[in-house]
């Protein structure tokens, strides 16, 4: 592999936890956008969203994203991502994109077990109302996230079948 993996999908989706594995499994370095950004903003995520709002985030976010290309690793993005500015567009053109898909379901089942108040856009959301947030938002953001080169379904999924994925897409081009 000689440029980034990167994972995108929606908060939830478990794109840290495959990230951490995958990187392992293939030997690379692993990235967590959402750490890098947190780094250099030097707080975290929701006091950004709280202090400077929503657009100065994804600013920073696309900037430190595209600061990721070159470099062989496997790098988890924010959910918000693949969805703003070029992003997308610049992420298929300097890496390989993996969609990791859940269903709203399983994106709520896991979400409601994580911290909510990590996530801005979550905040204040439970029950139907969040049920109903993730099959609104999801609808929205699902044609980026698409686009993806290797799309994932996380349900009969393992390690083995996602490198077997990067494989047999590496071997088709
Ligand atoms: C966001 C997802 C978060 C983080 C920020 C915004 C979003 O990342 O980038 O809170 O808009 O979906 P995770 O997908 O890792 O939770």
């Not at 985030?57 to 290309?69: D, N």
Request: hydrophobic content about 40%.
């Amino acid at each position: 592999m000689d440029r980034p993996i990167f994972l995108v999908g929606f908060m939830g989706s478990g794109k840290t936890t495959w990230g951490k594995k995958l990187a392992n499994h293939l030997g690379l370095m692993f990235v967590d956008l959402d750490q890098v950004i947190v780094q250099r903003i030097g707080m975290s995520i929701p006091a950004y969203f709280e202090r400077y709002g929503e657009q100065r985030f994804r600013e920073i976010e696309s900037q430190l994203l595209k600061e990721q290309g070159g470099l062989p690793a496997v790098i988890s993005t924010g959910g918000g991502s693949p969805c703003f500015f070029d992003n997308m567009q610049w992420i298929l053109q300097n890496g390989l994109a993996i969609y990791l898909h859940l269903t709203p379901k399983a994106l709520y089942n896991r979400l409601q077990q994580s911290n909510i108040a990590a996530r801005p856009a979550l905040k204040g959301l439970a029950g139907e109302a969040l049920l109903h947030f993730i099959e609104e938002k999801l609808r929205e953001r699902e044609p980026f996230y698409k686009q993806s080169q290797i799309h994932i379904d996380q349900i009969n999924t393992s390690l083995e079948a996602i490198g077997q994925s990067i494989e047999s897409y590496e071997k088709s081009i």
